[in-house]
């Protein structure tokens, strides 16, 4: 074995020597993986194309989903900062004071409802233990002329990095969800 260069010690060379091989070999496997067509780094989701229905009397575009297993339909609402569901598909014990929302003002839905937790499924999206606002439908049911169990807000589109409604195709694109801790 060949003396090491002055200043070196034989265990600084081992070490050198290892480092280069490891470095190599970290090399050789990135370039495998490159021309085998292996993605090196991580790639976005694939995006979830959800199919949306136009009320025929607003226009509104209405989406089908699941509250805790139950079918629903939504109305797709981005003014809404809180996905809204009817009351009859969450278990709603006597709210306390502090869960009680009333909304007298503004220009959308107004009443009395209470946030609770439900799972939201929309297409092959799963919406776990969410905390979501309650309230009596009927009066928009029976103004829409149609079943209607509830508004898809803000809060559940926020969860994603880019939202498309295409309204030529009637979808609603969801890609690259967020990811956060669950909501309080």
């Not at 797709?76 to 809180?82: A, C, K, M, V």
Request: hydrophobic fraction near 40%.
């Amino acid at each position: 074995m060949a003396e090491p260069p002055e200043g070196f010690t034989e265990s600084t060379a081992v070490r050198n020597s290892v480092a280069l091989k490891t470095a190599c070999r970290y090399t050789v496997a990135l370039v495998l993986a490159v021309t085998m067509g292996f993605p090196v780094s991580p790639q976005p989701s694939t995006p979830a194309e959800i199919p949306l229905r136009v009320s025929h009397v607003f226009g509104f575009m209405l989406v089908a989903a699941e509250f805790n297993g139950k079918p629903a339909v939504l109305i797709l609402d981005t003014g809404s900062n809180h996905t809204i569901v009817s009351s009859r598909f969450v278990d709603v014990a006597t709210p306390s004071l502090k869960d009680t929302v009333n909304n007298k003002k503004g220009s959308g839905l107004s009443g009395t409802g209470v946030f609770t937790r439900a799972s939201l499924k929309i297409g092959p999206l799963l919406w776990r233990d969410h905390r979501i606002l309650a309230m009596d439908m009927k009066e928009m049911s029976k103004s829409f002329g149609e079943n209607i169990d509830g508004l898809l807000g803000m809060d559940f589109l926020q969860e994603f990095e880019r939202v498309v409604v295409d309204l030529r195709q009637h979808k609603l694109i969801l890609s690259d969800p967020v990811l956060r801790p669950p909501s309080t």
